[in-house]
């Protein structure tokens, strides 16, 4: 038996050239990038061409507005705290959404705790806000609005743009945590009018505990991690020269394939539910398909079928998918982000599941889900 990833949206794994450029770092570029000997300056200088090429990407004005990170979590949790702290006197108001991935909402939650008032922006039955209550949520004192660019669990794709054109006439900096769409949508964060900007490398074949969070320059927030001078002294620690040269190699094969992956990805999902649907298996997306969303998630509810049963017989049958967020995956607890789409005494909230596609999946592992599913869905059924 073949085992098929389709679980893709919580790790992906690392593409051998990626690998190939994180071994040869390791092997040969081991120096400390700010130690002033010869070993010190060949770090520093893979440092800093990684950083000018991820910069890039995101069209920066300047690649020190890139402060490598852990990752996602991380940069959240380092731009909603910090941002609360610095502009306490200016006001206590965050605005964020409903369906945030939890290293937005515990930061958030957090701050609550602490003398700081927050709003949550339900969204529709496709995972996306309404601009109109964005701007009455607005106030005076709001101080941040942290906005997904691409939900995790159903692929829904924020007005961006939009969101950020709203923010900039307003008091409050702009925060989006772009860690599922960064490499696959096209991120502009000048024409996006994006303060603060979360990202993670291991969603893109790149190595884990890894990412960077795009800090406006003029910002100035303290750092969250305190030692060091490392980063301009805004994030304390020895950077990892591998990981970072692993990461900017991981953005460049990513966005140099994009248009095909993305072609690729949506096929697949067409593939899915039609082939699902001639099999006669009662399902529904949800969210929807279109061009703007992610191309690489679908969420599917199989009615009458329960995500756990659904998901154990998958794997039993060698094939991994999710029922929600890869954080919360050992939570019995239905997703948030469909309980907020649809109500959470909805039938869909604990019937669904999430499949994501990566750049090593085939047609032909979609065919042997839809034999699994539709299997595994009639037998649950009787």
């Not at 000997?37 to 950083?51: M, P």
Request: aromatic share 6%; glycine share 8%; hydrophobic share 40%.
């Amino acid at each position: 038996m073949n085992n098929i990833y389709l679980d893709n949206a919580g790790t992906t794994p690392m593409d051998p050239a990626v690998i190939e450029t994180m071994t040869e770092m390791m092997q040969n570029v081991f120096g400390n990038a700010s130690a002033t000997n010869s070993f010190g300056r060949k770090a520093h200088s893979i440092l800093e061409q990684s950083r000018q090429k991820i910069a890039t990407s995101i069209n920066a004005k300047d690649p020190n507005e890139i402060i490598f990170t852990s990752g996602g979590t991380e940069s959240d949790n380092t731009a909603i705290i910090q941002t609360a702290l610095k502009r306490r006197d200016e006001g206590r108001h965050l605005i964020t959404t409903m369906i945030e991935h939890e290293a937005v909402l515990k930061p958030m939650a957090y701050l609550e705790e602490n003398g700081y008032e927050g709003t949550y922006l339900p969204v529709d039955e496709n995972g996306v806000i309404s601009l109109d209550e964005l701007k009455q949520a607005l106030r005076p004192d709001t101080i941040l609005v942290s906005i997904m660019t691409g939900n995790n669990e159903v692929g829904s794709h924020m007005p961006i743009t939009e969101i950020g054109a709203i923010v900039a006439k307003s008091n409050a900096w702009f925060h989006t945590d772009a860690v599922q769409a960064y490499g696959i949508l096209d991120i502009d964060v000048k024409r996006d009018q994006i303060d603060l900007m979360s990202t993670s490398a291991h969603k893109l074949n790149g190595p884990k505990q890894m990412g960077f969070l795009y800090e406006r320059e003029g910002l100035d927030l303290a750092p969250h991690l305190r030692g060091g001078d490392q980063e301009m002294k805004r994030r304390a620690g020895t950077e990892n020269i591998p990981a970072i040269a692993a990461f900017a190699k991981a953005i460049e094969l990513e966005q140099n394939a994009r248009a095909e992956l993305t072609a690729r990805y949506q096929g697949f999902k067409r593939q899915l539910v039609d082939k699902l649907v001639e099999n006669g298996v009662v399902v529904k997306v949800n969210g929807k398909m279109g061009a703007d969303e992610l191309p690489q998630i679908i969420n599917l509810w199989f009615e009458g079928c329960p995500s756990d049963a659904m998901l154990t017989n998958l794997d039993l049958a060698g094939i991994a998918a999710a029922a929600g967020s890869a954080c919360t995956a050992g939570s019995l607890e239905p997703s948030h982000v469909l309980a907020a789409m649809y109500g959470k005494d909805q039938a869909r909230v604990s019937q669904s599941l999430r499949f994501s596609f990566g750049r090593y999946n085939t047609a032909a592992e979609i065919d042997e889900l839809v034999a699994q599913l539709t299997k595994i869905s009639q037998r649950i059924k009787k």
